[in-house]
């Protein structure tokens, strides 16, 4: 099983790296929401633009799903994000598929669960990036509240924080991650996708992502340290 896991993650990260969804700026930071610098970014919203590397997705999904024997009779996907990969994998598999609002809707039912009644049923949570865990959670949370078991939260990608694994685990969820981000980095590696100054910046990154930014050295005094 550990080899098939594999092959599949860099099936996917090489999807990801394909169609441009990973993005490295050692030297332009990116702030994520939380406030964290980073020097990539991931943009899973450009899987539906890419029909081949987003099927390449789907189907991924399908495999992690029978690999680590996931149970639930409905998909949900949070908003916005995450919507188009719960709705095709719910297509493909021929499940009823509802989406989680991030806040209700200030008119007609006022509720943050669109598409049907998840009261009793086993709800599989389908997200497409990971970062802090905190929207994700909160989709759980609301879900939850209606009524709907959920034990299990599927990703297209994640970038490995540990704040985002106990978060997770605190709220008794399982984590299955398609493309965890040291795949992605090392098929980046292997596609010769990224040099060397950028993989020391991604494994620096990587080992401490709140502190990276106020430790990294200013281009042009990499060799002066």
């Given amino acids: 099983m550990g080899n098939l896991v594999k092959e599949l993650q860099a099936q996917v990260a090489g999807a990801l790296l ?24 991931i943009d899973n919203r450009r899987l539906p633009f890419f029909p081949f590397q987003w099927q390449i997705v789907i189907e991924g999904f399908k495999q992690l799903i029978a690999l680590d024997g996931c149970a639930f009779n409905v998909i949900a996907g949070i908003e916005a994000a995450g919507i ?12 009823p598929s ?10 007609g039912t006022r509720s943050r669960i669109e598409g049907g009644d998840v009261d009793g049923k ?32 599927i990703c297209v990608a994640s970038y490995g ?33 990224c040099g060397e100054y950028e993989l020391e910046a991604l494994e ?16 042009g005094q990499e060799d002066t340290q």
């Fill in 161 to 193: 924080f540990e704040e985002a694994a106990r978060a997770f685990e605190a709220a008794h969820v399982r984590l299955h991650v398609l493309a965890p981000f040291a795949a992605i980095v090392l098929e980046a590696s292997r596609l010769g996708r």
């Fill in 204 to 219: 620096a990154w990587s080992r401490d992502p709140h502190n990276w930014d106020q430790a990294r050295p200013t281009p």
């Fill in 84 to 95: 188009p990969h719960s709705s095709a994998l719910a297509y493909v598999l021929k499940v």
């Fill in 18 to 41: 394909e169609c441009g969804a990973v993005i490295f700026t050692p030297d332009e930071p990116i702030t994520f929401k939380s406030g964290i610098k980073a020097p990539v970014y």
């Fill in 98 to 107: 509802v989406f989680v609002r991030k806040q209700a809707k200030e008119h």
């Fill in 122 to 153: 086993r709800v599989l949570l389908v997200e497409d990036m990971i970062t802090t865990g905190g929207s994700s959670l909160a989709g759980v949370e609301a879900l939850r509240e209606v009524g709907a078991t959920v034990e299990d939260c």
